[in-house]
């Protein structure tokens, strides 16, 4: 189902005059009947991403950062220092994120 979403998006996206993740998704889930409340945050999600794709190619690959949930990280594990921007991972292998 998630690739199909991702199609849509995809198709969506370059033929149809759609400003915002929510539209966009909101489409798709239309279109595919969506209701499952998980689905629904990936088609958002990705709706968002598709609509960034062309930006985020633009930034050099050194220059670009990855913001993801803090609670993927193993807490009793998790060796990262923690600052103002957030966790610094030390890619220990401790977590899924590394």
Do not use: W
């Not at 033929?15 to 409340?37: F, M, N, Q």
């Not at 193993?74 to 957030?86: L, N, S, V, W, Y």
């Amino acid at each position: 189902m998630q690739v199909k979403i991702r199609q849509l998006l995809e198709s969506f996206e370059t033929t149809e005059t759609i400003h915002t993740p929510e539209e966009l998704a909101d489409r798709v889930k239309s279109e595919l009947e969506i209701e499952d409340e998980d689905l629904s945050n990936f088609t958002f999600i990705e709706a968002g991403n598709v609509l960034n794709q062309t930006a985020y190619e633009y930034v050099k690959k050194e220059d670009r950062i990855v913001l993801i949930p803090h609670c993927l990280r193993d807490a009793e594990k998790c060796i990262a220092p923690i600052d103002d921007e957030g966790y610094h991972c030390k890619k220990c292998g401790a977590c899924i994120i590394a």
